[in-house]
């Protein structure tokens, strides 16, 4: 046989063509009518020994039926497992020598009649589950009592090979031939199992789509007859135009291309046909290559920056550079600011100022409180209701390629598991790596080359260092008095006065009383709170004048109630009914300084008496802190006790380091200004900052807590109307500080006209106003003991 395996105990009928074997059934059938059937290796016409499975199985004839076209249709019943010893030819047909096989030699009972049970209830299940097995054979497979009927029942309604029928034949271990009937019959329940499903998923999928196909055809014929009726292709025709009229790069035309294509593939209700036609109309809203002309006259420029801020010179200097760089090369990379300074110094309003002189759209986000890193690389389009970033979503709305974009308060993000969106910044903020920014929902390089982006802080504690190294910083202190002045005369009047619609009118402030706001009702490094006053001043100007406007003679009339009023109030309630419009171009009025309490109230800040206190003990420092400086007063007591040092005030640890340094560098040194060596041993220490509920920290408080110290020691007062800031080492070393600016601002705010500070701040007088240089002083010191013998004139000469 060439495709077919006969087992013992089965009733199989075949069909005879082989010339060979037709003679040798002949033969047979003149005989006993038994033939050996085995499995040809291969299906060439002369066979040998070795070409065939060597064991078979012994057939006897039951049945015979020639056919008209000369084969033979034959059913045969196996008998046994017969082995093929030899081969011979009689005539023209082959002969073979064999010796039957017992295939229960040697095997245990029990365990067989376990593989049996085991083997009978695999096959039952599968029949259950597979309709093609006849109902006779699950019969036989039943009453089967011995493992050679159940082996052949099984194998004959199997899935499997002829070869694989072979080797089961083949093999004389009844044992192990169960037990790998059994596993394949495991796998193909396991493979119909998986099938079923396949056919359920793919019929139910089919079922969907043809029920969307014609409710779909019903909705175009609906529309069809409504009038309203509109080609499924319009919309992609629309799309596909659009991007054809996008000067597209040629990597984002392919993949708009390729996108389209599968778009026009997909039913229209599909989820996936709206997830990539959303995809679409982001590629061809955004600006690529799309360029807003700068304005290149470098004097128009600088005035539009005079006309929108005062001073501030380095950040429109170096807005000015750029412009001039630009003449000459206008590929040059734009460049990456961060200004940085106190709130309401004008970091936010410069950005859009900058935008606006450089002829470019202003885009702004607000980094305060983000910590989710998809915020600025968006998220995969696969997932549902997925955008891009703040970024690609800024670009959108700029409608070019090279705004002004400016990220306010960058040092306010966070993180958290989400990521870090400081880290995504860094692609964007880097000249040499966001010309191929890729957003995550795009999946495409965007050139941001030739944005300008403008970040602000109000520290740069927090931003982190590698994305700090890629922004040029340019500090934006806090102002003067006198530029706060000013600033309220030339830009905040002028502005009120138009938002509460009293543009033609004349209201003005005189110095003392725009003086007195300044002092009196703001403590600021910069003019948001100023901002504010004035707009109250002027709102209670326009009250009271809109309220005299509105009583004058004339200007009501008393008319007879509606006639629908009768329906809810009594009829003898009569209404006023004003005529005309509010007209006060006429209004004229000037705000003097005594006026100033009837529109603001009580006065919030009073003149500081730090500056004249003679306590022994108290000490005036100067703090930076991220809305501008302030003057920090350290005040100390010494009490009977064994030498503790105790810090109040909500100090940091460096802050407690410095109070230690100051001990031990008095301890050191205290007997060159009369102090005993061993004062500490017979007094407790308690060095205390005032406000102790604000956190405060860093190095710069040395010299004042070492004056303080000394100051309550030597029972002396420290030089009146002196304000210091200084780091101190315990080798009589005064170490330089930052923020001098500010801190100076913050000792003029208060009253103070003598600053002492480090020999090496010298070169921070530069950066100072004039008009604060003018009015204070500036004592420089190299030494700790320089610094303490200009605060206690004559202590350490005495000793």
Known sequence: MRDMVIFPHTVIPFFVSQKESLSALDHALKKERDVVVTLQRDDSENYSLSSLYQVGTLCHILQVLKLPDGKMRVLVEGRTRAEISSLSRKNDFPMARIREMDPADGEDGARLTLLMQNLRHSFITLAGTRRKIPKEVISHVE????????????????????????????????????????TAIEMEKELLSLKKNIDTRVRKKMERTQKEYFLNEQLKEINRELGSDREDGGDLKELERLLAEKNLPLEVQDRAVKELRRLEKLQPMSPESGVLRTYLEWIADLPWNSYSQDRKNLVETTEILDQDHYDLKKAKERIIDFVAVRQMNESSKSPILCFVGPPGTGKTSLGRSVARALNREFVRISLGGVRDEAEIRGHRKTYVGALPGKIIQSLRKATTSNPVFLLDEIDKMSNDFRGDPAAALLEVLDPEQNST???????????LSHVMFITTANSLHNIPRPLLDRMEVIEISGYTDMEKYNIAREFIIPKQLKAHGLKGTEITLTEGALKGIITSYTMEAGVRNLDKQIAQVIRKILRDSIREYQTRPGRFVLSEPSPDWGKAIPTVLTRLEWEGIINLDDLNREVREDELRGYLGQPVFHESDLKTNK?????????????????????????????????????????????QIALSYLRANGERYGVDRDFHKTHDIHIHVPEGAIPKDGPSAGITMTSALLSAAAGIPIR???????????????????????????????????????????KDEEELPHEIKEVMTFHFFRSVKDALAYLFPGIGETK
Request: charged fraction near 20%.
């Open 720 to 762: 009146e109307n002196t304000a210091m800031t200084g780091e101190i080492t315990l080798t009589d070393r005064l170490l330089p500080i930052g923020g001098v600016k500010e801190k100076v601002l913050a000792a003029h705010r208060n009253g103070f006209t003598n600053v002492l500070l480090p020999e090496e701040n010298r």
């Open 615 to 659: 306590t022994p003990g108290l000490s005036i420092g100067l703090a930076w802190t991220e809305v501008g400086g302030r003057v920090l007063p350290v005040e100390v007591a010494l009490l009977p006790g064994d030498g503790k040092l105790m810090l109040t005030g909500k100090l940091g640890d460096v802050m407690k380091e410095s109070a």
């Open 143 to 182: 009453k089967a009592d011995t493992p050679g009927k159940l082996i052949g029942h099984v194998c004959n309604s199997l899935n499997l090979s002829p070869a694989q029928k072979a080797e089961y034949l083949q093999n004389g271990n009844t044992a192990e031939v169960m037990e790998e009937l059994s």
């Open 437 to 447: 920014f890729a957003d995550h929902y795009l999946e495409l390089p965007y050139d």
